[in-house]
């Protein structure tokens, strides 16, 4: 079966970095499009960063210029790279995968359990 599992998660301070990774299983990951989500407390998940089989990328507005996602066929990972982060992009982070660009990110197939990320101020 298909098995996303994120990493890297943790407490940061305000303006620090930090790198999710999400590691692939049971499926053909160089066929699908890997996004990334994110649900801060009290509040519906959205999506954050997706990039496509063709290493093609999207960004929600408030994290272009800060965030990139990346991935790499060889090791079926995608990475989330945060920069200058902020509080308010505490969340539980999730990923996410689907055959399509545009499912990936509206309504994806399969999802990970997630990832804690806390940035203090």
């Known amino acids: 079966q298909v098995q996303l599992v994120e990493s890297g998660g943790g407490l940061v301070q305000a303006g620090d970095s930090l790198r999710l990774s999400c590691e692939a299983s049971g499926l053909t990951f160089s066929n699908y499009a890997m996004g990334w989500f994110r649900q801060a407390p009290g509040k519906e998940r959205e999506f954050a960063a997706a990039?496509?089989?063709?290493?093609?990328?999207s960004y929600k507005d408030s994290v272009k210029g800060r965030f990139t996602i990346s991935r790499d066929n060889a090791k079926n990972t995608v990475y989330l790279q945060m920069n200058s982060l902020k509080p308010e992009d505490t969340a539980v982070y999730y990923c996410a995968a689907d055959s399509s660009f545009r499912k990936v990110k509206t309504g994806a197939k399969y999802w990970g359990q997630g990832t804690q990320v806390a940035v203090s101020s």
């Open positions: 990039i496509s089989w063709s290493s093609g990328t």
